[in-house]
C-alpha cells in the first residue's frame, strides 16, 4: 500500500514538474517574442548604412456604408413593430396611432429626421402630440437598429408614395 502511494505522489510530482518545465518554455520563447538577438542589434546600430524597414502605418478600417433600405424589410418591422398602433397599413388606429400614409410631418420630415424621431419618440404629454399616447423610442423595439430603422422609413415613404403624399 505504501508503494502504491508512493508511486502516485511520483507521478503527480513528475506531472508537475512537466507543467512547470513547459510553462516556463512558453514563457520564455514569448518573452523572446519581437525581439532581436543582441548580436544583430550592435551590428546594426555600428552600421549607420544599414537598411531599416519602415514602421508599417496602421490605418482604420473604413466603416462599412449603410446598405441601401429595404422597404419589404421595413414593412416587415414595420408590422411586427408599428402595426399596434398605426394599422398594419399605416393608416392609424383612431385615437392610439396617427395615419403615416397621408401625415404632413412624416411626409415634412427628411429620410434622417424621421430615423432620429423614431428612435427618440413622443412623449404623451408633448404638445405637439395630438393622440396623447406616447410612442416609446424606436416604438418600444429597442432590438432595432439604425439600419432597421432605415428600412421602415423606406417602406413608409412607400405607403406615402402610394396615398399620393410622398414630397
Request: charged share 15%; aromatic share 4%.
Given at each position: 500500500m505504501k508503494q502504491i502511494m508512493t508511486n502516485?505522489?511520483?507521478?503527480?510530482?513528475?506531472?508537475?514538474?512537466?507543467?512547470l518545465s513547459a510553462g516556463l518554455a512558453l514563457t520564455a520563447i514569448l518573452s523572446g517574442c519581437g525581439q532581436s538577438s543582441g548580436a544583430s542589434q550592435s551590428s546594426s546600430a555600428s552600421d549607420p548604412a544599414a537598411e531599416q524597414t519602415p514602421p508599417v502605418e496602421q490605418t482604420a478600417a473604413a466603416p462599412a456604408a449603410p446598405a441601401a433600405p429595404s422597404a419589404e424589410h421595413g414593412q416587415q418591422l414595420f408590422?411586427?413593430?408599428?402595426?399596434?398602433?398605426?394599422?398594419?397599413?399605416?393608416?392609424?388606429?383612431?385615437?392610439?396611432?396617427?395615419?403615416?400614409?397621408?401625415?404632413?410631418?412624416?411626409?415634412g420630415l427628411s429620410d434622417d429626421q424621421?430615423?432620429?424621431?423614431?428612435?427618440?419618440g413622443r412623449a404623451a404629454n408633448d404638445?405637439?402630440?395630438?393622440?396623447?399616447?406616447?410612442?416609446?423610442?424606436?416604438?418600444?423595439?429597442?432590438?432595432?437598429?439604425?439600419?432597421?430603422?432605415?428600412?421602415?422609413?423606406?417602406?413608409?415613404?412607400?405607403?406615402?408614395q402610394q396615398a399620393g403624399t410622398n414630397k
Open positions: 502516485q505522489h511520483s507521478k503527480t510530482n513528475l506531472r508537475l514538474a512537466l507543467t408590422t411586427a413593430t408599428c402595426s399596434g398602433c398605426h394599422g398594419p397599413q399605416g393608416a392609424g388606429i383612431p385615437h392610439l396611432g396617427k395615419d403615416l400614409q397621408t401625415s404632413k410631418f412624416v411626409a424621421l430615423v432620429d424621431f423614431i428612435t427618440q404638445p405637439l402630440n395630438t393622440t396623447h399616447v406616447a410612442m416609446p423610442p424606436k416604438g418600444g423595439n429597442p432590438a432595432l437598429s439604425a439600419q432597421d430603422l432605415r428600412d421602415i422609413v423606406a417602406y413608409l415613404r412607400q405607403l406615402q
